[in-house]
């Protein structure tokens, strides 16, 4: 089964930055996409940012611009770089890869990490 873990949330001032990573682990025999979400008390979860196997990216309006989704494959773990942060970034975020496990098939998987919460407050 493959598993995704979450690290690098926390408290930061308004403007900071943070790193958020989602590393896998278990065999993955290919990749659809990566997705960063997050979800603020209330509100509904939000899709952040995107990245197809290709390397394609696709992000929310509201992070356009000061957010980047990246990955290092050799590591198997999913980024995301947060800049300029905004009170209202503050939210749990989730990382979720849309995966084949297994050679020949066309079964797509999604797989969430655990969530990290991040808090943007001076």
């Known amino acids: 089964q493959v598993q995704l873990v979450e690290s690098g949330g926390g408290l930061v001032q308004p403007g900071g930055s943070l790193r958020l990573s989602c590393a896998a682990s278990?065999?993955?025999?290919?990749?659809?996409?990566m997705t960063w979400y997050r979800q603020a008390p209330g509100k509904q979860r939000e899709l952040v940012a995107q990245?197809?196997?290709?390397?394609?990216?696709n992000y929310a309006d509201s992070v356009k611009g000061r957010f980047t989704i990246s990955r290092d494959s050799a590591k198997k773990t999913l980024y995301l770089q947060m800049g300029s942060l905004k009170p209202e970034d503050s939210a749990v975020y989730y990382c979720?890869?849309?995966?084949?496990?297994?050679?020949?098939?066309?079964?797509?998987?999604?797989?969430w990490g655990q969530g990290t919460q991040v808090t943007v407050s001076s």
């Open positions: 979720k890869w849309t995966i084949i496990t297994r050679p020949f098939s066309s079964r797509q998987d999604d797989v």
């Open positions: 278990g065999t993955i025999f290919s990749i659809i996409n």
């Open positions: 990245m197809t196997s290709a390397g394609n990216t």
